[in-house]
């Protein structure tokens, strides 16, 4: 029997496949990328056509090995890694490996769109499939119509991958030098956190202006009264600025009769979205599920490499999820039309499927990312799927099948009315057949539709209005809203910063470089994150602007498309910035030596202190350092007034000095350390005055983990590795001995006090929502 070997990404992947596949068929997966640049040198050759040197990753060497010793079994060979520019970067490293065992390495094809990379090794059997979703029918398909490895393709992720090189390697050590050790900045990462610092600098210049609406409650001959708005004054556009305004307004509309003008109905119709993209599932998931663009992301992926079903075995629920394209196959326009009729009859199904147009641009060989059978209902398949599973499938699966529904029809209604030279309006809005809403709501920040205003009464145009009520209504302007995840990855794809693949990457390391930090739902820059953009703004100004940044995008793309070659993008890009480079290496502000003078004195030495940089940020140093360690916390006020932190004594003392311990703020929130620091450096963990359940020698501190997140150890940690992620609160047990009892936070489920033994004591929190519990954004 003929023997076939199938190499894919993940070992999930190769587990949902390997079932559609006969007994001829092995399925191996790389898991990911099997070769890289290199960690410790530059890896590019920018004076010989910026050829890179790939290495093999050093965890990869068994799973390439393993590879190898199934190829040669092999009597044909199917690259089924991802559709896209990664899936075919690393098909082709897989070649290139799989290859070495034969005389001749593997040819590098020709340059051209659709250029092959054919393992010559094996007599040409090496070939690449490509499929959209991992079903029956999709994988029997792609190996019946098997495709050469495609060179543009690669070489447009090669060019990324190089590009990125040539940026983070030569700018971070630049960085090491003037800030700090271990700052990174990246082509797409450091344009990102731009956009963030620019929006900030917008908040803090704003300053907010006063404006008044007036509204009046209105009766007419019939019930119920309704509320008009303030839109006119002599016919024009009115728009009040201050109080002494709107009284006047209120006194000359007391006078006057108001009197229903005209009467307007018209039907109004509100279209289905298209399915999903890559950034509009983001967004939407961010919005609606509260989850990051990472999460997103990765609980696609399972969705799309497949899902135990009981009996069914693993069935893969979603197409691939990183696509720009809103296509949709017609055996699946098929299929979900079948469904809506028969789900909720033909006055709900268009006569003709619905085809959206797709933007400038998009990959049409793809598919928009739907189920990849709407017979998978998410109700009926929930028993299978973890929570976050389900809560994405369904989104998915609705905004799908909404997608081919006919539209929500309203019945809308406005109200024009005069009351002497002022008019108001009044609109009214009800759904009249609920159309695709019956299945999916899209939020009103991507529709750009307001929800149904209510019911207005049935009145005849003439008649006369009582007024019932003078509503005035102070406001002030409000500055451009911090970022969420959903508008950020919005802002990105609307200026055309990177792609929606790399966009759960790209704000997941702004937050791990701490460059930027996410409260309350909504991104800000740290100190550091301020300072770097600034350094890097006026160093590259043209490299870190957004501009530029879309237009590499654009040019990837034609490298991509075959139109430009891989060197002429590249070079057009390291000429000038090689030259800036060496400017910004002389010209750089050195923040790291930098000393800012203050007014303040030392209260050790008396000598002038001065504002510092250190791996926390900013802080207060003696400047007669060496001599002087004597350091401060400071906070600046508005007019830039400088402020120490009052150090808080608590009554505890250094084992190893016996001075006060005091309470100071680090990277990871608020710690004892010594008063006599730096003399003395002991520090330690605020206790939360509970003896450790575990040793009964330590006690229970809060902690944080190397990314921020907060849990509670012991202070004789690494003695006692005794930790839990659920707060512990120094209260007795109603029901047993335990010294303490656990507070577990739940957004969904409301907060628990329980006890940590196994009584079985519970209470739930009925009262305000804890600090824990954020709100949505």
Same mark, same amino acid.
């Given at each position: 029997?003929?023997?076939?070997?199938?190499?894919?990404?993940?070992?999930?992947?190769?587990?949902?496949?390997?079932?559609?596949?006969?007994?001829?068929?092995?399925?191996?997966?790389?898991?990911?990328?099997?070769?890289?640049?290199?960690?410790?040198?530059?890896?590019?050759?920018?004076?010989?056509?910026?050829?890179?040197?790939?290495?093999?990753?050093?965890?990869?060497?068994?799973?390439?090995?393993?590879?190898?010793?199934?190829?040669?079994?092999?009597?044909?060979?199917?690259?089924?890694?991802?559709?896209?520019?990664?899936?075919?970067?690393?098909?082709?490293?897989?070649?290139?490996?799989?290859?070495?065992?034969?005389?001749?390495?593997?040819?590098?094809?020709?340059?051209?769109?659709?250029?092959?990379?054919?393992?010559?090794?094996?007599?040409?059997?090496? *070939?690449?499939?490509?499929?959209?979703?991992?079903?029956?029918?999709?994988?029997?398909?792609?190996? *019946?119509?098997?495709?050469?490895?495609? !060179?543009?393709?690669?070489?447009?992720?090669?060019?990324?991958?190089?590009?990125?090189?040539?940026?983070?390697?030569?700018?971070?050590?630049?960085?090491?030098?003037?800030?700090?050790?271990?700052?990174?900045?990246?082509?797409?990462?450091?344009?990102?956190?731009?956009?963030?610092?620019?929006?900030?600098?917008?908040?803090?210049?704003?300053?907010?202006?006063?404006?008044?609406?007036?509204?009046?409650?209105?009766?007419?001959? !019939?019930?119920?009264?309704?509320?008009?708005?303030?839109?006119?004054?002599?016919?024009?556009?009115?728009?009040?600025?201050?109080?002494?305004?709107?009284?006047?307004?209120?006194?000359? =509309?007391?006078?006057?009769?108001?009197?229903?003008?005209?009467?307007?109905? $018209?039907?109004?119709?509100?279209?289905?979205?298209?399915?999903?993209?890559?950034?509009?599932? *983001?967004?939407?998931?961010?919005?609606?599920?509260?989850?990051?663009?990472?999460?997103?992301?990765?609980?696609?992926? *399972?969705?799309?490499?497949?899902?135990?079903?009981?009996?069914?075995?693993?069935?893969?629920?979603?197409?691939?999820?990183?696509?720009?394209?809103?296509?949709?196959?017609?055996?699946?326009?098929?299929?979900?039309?079948?469904?809506?009729?028969?789900? +909720?009859?033909?006055?709900?199904?268009?006569?003709?499927?619905?085809?959206?147009?797709?933007?400038?641009?998009?990959?049409?060989?793809?598919?928009?990312?739907?189920?990849?059978?709407?017979?998978?209902?998410?109700?009926?398949?929930?028993?299978?799927?973890?929570?976050?599973?389900?809560?994405?499938?369904?989104?998915?699966?609705?905004? +799908?099948?909404?997608?081919?529904?006919?539209?929500?029809?309203?019945?809308?209604?406005?109200?024009?009315?005069?009351?002497?030279?002022?008019?108001?309006?009044?609109?009214?809005?009800?759904?009249?057949?609920?159309?695709? =809403?019956?299945?999916?709501?899209?939020?009103?920040?991507?529709?750009?539709?307001?929800?149904?205003?209510?019911?207005?009464?049935?009145?005849?145009?003439?008649?006369?209005? $009582?007024?019932?009520?003078?509503?005035?209504?102070?406001?002030?302007?409000?500055?451009?809203?911090?970022?969420?995840?959903?508008?950020?990855?919005?802002?990105?794809?609307?200026?055309?910063?990177?792609?929606?693949?790399?966009?759960?990457?790209?704000?997941?390391?702004?937050?791990?470089?701490?460059?930027?930090?996410?409260?309350?739902?909504?991104?800000?820059?740290?100190?550091?994150?301020?300072?770097?953009?600034? =350094?890097?703004?006026?160093?590259?100004?043209?490299?870190?602007?957004?501009?530029?940044?879309?237009?590499?995008?654009?040019? =990837?793309?034609?490298?991509?498309?075959?139109?430009?070659?891989?060197?002429?993008?590249?070079?057009?890009?390291?000429?000038?910035?090689?030259?800036?480079?060496?400017?910004?290496?002389?010209?750089?502000?050195?923040?790291?030596?930098?000393?800012?003078?203050?007014?303040?004195?030392?209260?050790?030495?008396?000598?002038?202190?001065?504002?510092?940089?250190?791996?926390?940020?900013?802080?207060?140093?003696?400047?007669?350092?060496?001599?002087?360690?004597?350091?401060?916390?400071?906070? !600046?006020?508005?007019?830039?007034?400088?402020?120490?932190?009052?150090?808080?004594?608590?009554?505890?003392?250094?084992?190893?000095?016996?001075?006060?311990?005091?309470?100071?703020?680090?990277?990871?929130?608020?710690?004892?350390?010594?008063?006599?620091?730096?003399?003395?450096?002991?520090?330690?963990?605020?206790?939360?005055?509970?003896? /450790?359940?575990?040793?009964?020698?330590?006690?229970?501190?809060?902690?944080?983990?190397?990314?921020?997140?907060?849990?509670?150890? /012991?202070?004789?940690?690494?003695?006692? $590795?005794?930790?839990?992620?659920?707060?512990?609160?120094?209260?007795?047990?109603?029901?047993?001995?335990?010294?303490?009892?656990?507070?577990?936070?739940?957004?969904?489920?409301?907060?628990?006090?329980?006890?940590?033994?196994?009584?079985?004591?519970?209470?739930?929190?009925?009262?305000?929502?804890?600090?824990?519990?954020?709100?949505?954004?």
């Amino acid at each position: 029997m003929k023997k076939s070997l199938v190499i894919v990404e993940s070992p999930a992947k190769a587990k949902t496949i390997e079932k559609y596949l006969g007994p001829g068929f092995t399925v191996k997966a790389s898991v990911g990328h099997i070769k890289d640049l290199p960690k410790k040198t530059l890896g590019v050759d920018v004076e010989n056509g910026f050829l890179p040197t790939y290495e093999l990753i050093a965890t990869k060497k068994k799973v390439v090995d393993d590879l190898r010793k199934a190829a040669e079994k092999a009597d044909a060979i199917f690259l089924a890694l991802d559709p896209d520019r990664e899936g075919e970067a690393i098909a082709w490293h897989v070649a290139e490996e799989i290859g070495k065992k034969s005389k001749g390495a593997l040819p590098k094809g020709k340059g051209k769109k659709g250029d092959s990379a054919k393992g010559e090794s094996f007599g040409g059997k090496i *070939q690449r499939i490509l499929f959209n979703e991992i079903t029956k029918k999709a994988i029997q398909e792609a190996v *019946q119509k098997p495709m050469e490895l495609n !060179r543009p393709l690669y070489e447009a992720q090669q060019a990324r991958r190089v590009l990125d090189r040539l940026v983070g390697y030569q700018i971070s050590p630049i960085l090491w030098e003037k800030v700090r050790r271990g700052l990174s900045a990246g082509r797409v990462q450091s344009v990102t956190v731009r956009i963030i610092c620019e929006r900030e600098q917008a908040i803090r210049a704003f300053k907010p202006e006063e404006y008044w609406s007036l509204e009046v409650n209105l009766m007419g001959s !019939r019930e119920p009264s309704f509320i008009a708005h303030l839109a006119l004054y002599k016919d024009e556009k009115i728009e009040i600025k201050a109080e002494a305004e709107s009284k006047k307004a209120v006194a000359a =509309l007391q006078k006057e009769t108001f009197k229903l003008v005209k009467i307007t109905k $018209k039907e109004r119709k509100r279209y289905p979205p298209p399915p999903f993209i890559t950034s509009k599932l *983001q967004q939407d998931a961010a919005r609606k599920l509260g989850f990051t663009t990472k999460r997103i992301m990765m609980i696609a992926q *399972q969705l799309y490499e497949g899902v135990e079903l009981g009996a069914e075995g693993s069935v893969g629920l979603i197409t691939y999820m990183r696509t720009d394209s809103i296509r949709v196959s017609d055996g699946a326009l098929t299929e979900v039309r079948d469904f809506i009729e028969k789900q +909720f009859g033909k006055s709900h199904l268009p006569e003709k499927a619905i085809i959206y147009k797709g933007k400038k641009g998009a990959q049409d060989a793809h598919e928009a990312i739907r189920p990849t059978s709407v017979a998978y209902h998410p109700q009926e398949i929930k028993e299978h799927l973890t929570a976050e599973q389900y809560k994405l499938y369904d989104l998915i699966w609705k905004r +799908f099948v909404a997608s081919q529904m006919v539209p929500a029809i309203y019945d809308q209604t406005l109200f024009e009315i005069n009351a002497g030279l002022y008019g108001f309006r009044a609109n009214g809005s009800i759904i009249k057949e609920a159309g695709y =809403l019956a299945v999916y709501h899209e939020d009103r920040e991507e529709s750009g539709e307001e929800d149904e205003e209510g019911v207005l009464p049935l009145l005849t145009e003439g008649e006369v209005l $009582k007024l019932l009520e003078l509503i005035p209504k102070q406001h002030f302007t409000e500055p451009p809203p911090r970022f969420t995840e959903a508008s950020l990855v919005k802002e990105l794809e609307e200026k055309g910063i990177g792609r929606p693949s790399t966009y759960a990457a790209i704000l997941s390391n702004i937050q791990d470089k701490e460059y930027a930090k996410k409260e309350l739902g909504r991104f800000s820059p740290t100190d550091l994150g301020g300072i770097t953009n600034d =350094l890097l703004v006026g160093s590259f100004p043209d490299i870190l602007s957004v501009e530029f940044t879309a237009k590499m995008e654009e040019e =990837l793309d034609d490298v991509e498309e075959g139109r430009r070659s891989y060197k002429d993008v590249l070079g057009d890009f390291y000429t000038p910035f090689s030259k800036t480079l060496v400017h910004a290496k002389e010209h750089m502000k050195d923040i790291k030596r930098q000393e800012i003078k203050t007014d303040l004195s030392c209260e050790k030495c008396k000598s002038p202190m001065v504002i510092k940089w250190g791996r926390r940020g900013e802080f207060i140093a003696c400047s007669n350092y060496p001599e002087c360690k004597n350091t401060r916390e400071f906070t !600046r006020h508005e007019g830039g007034e400088i402020k120490l932190t009052k150090l808080e004594v608590t009554g505890e003392f250094c084992g190893t000095c016996a001075s006060q311990m005091v309470i100071k703020s680090g990277r990871f929130g608020k710690f004892l350390a010594c008063s006599k620091y730096p003399e003395c450096k002991t520090s330690r963990s605020i206790s939360l005055g509970i003896n /450790c359940p575990k040793c009964e020698g330590g006690k229970v501190a809060e902690r944080r983990t190397k990314k921020g997140r907060t849990f509670y150890g /012991c202070t004789s940690y690494p003695n006692c $590795k005794f930790a839990t992620w659920d707060k512990p609160v120094k209260e007795k047990c109603p029901q047993c001995d335990s010294t303490f009892l656990l507070l577990k936070v739940s957004k969904k489920d409301g907060n628990r006090t329980l006890c940590p033994k196994e009584c079985g004591y519970e209470k739930r929190d009925e009262g305000e929502p804890t600090p824990e519990k954020v709100p949505a954004a």
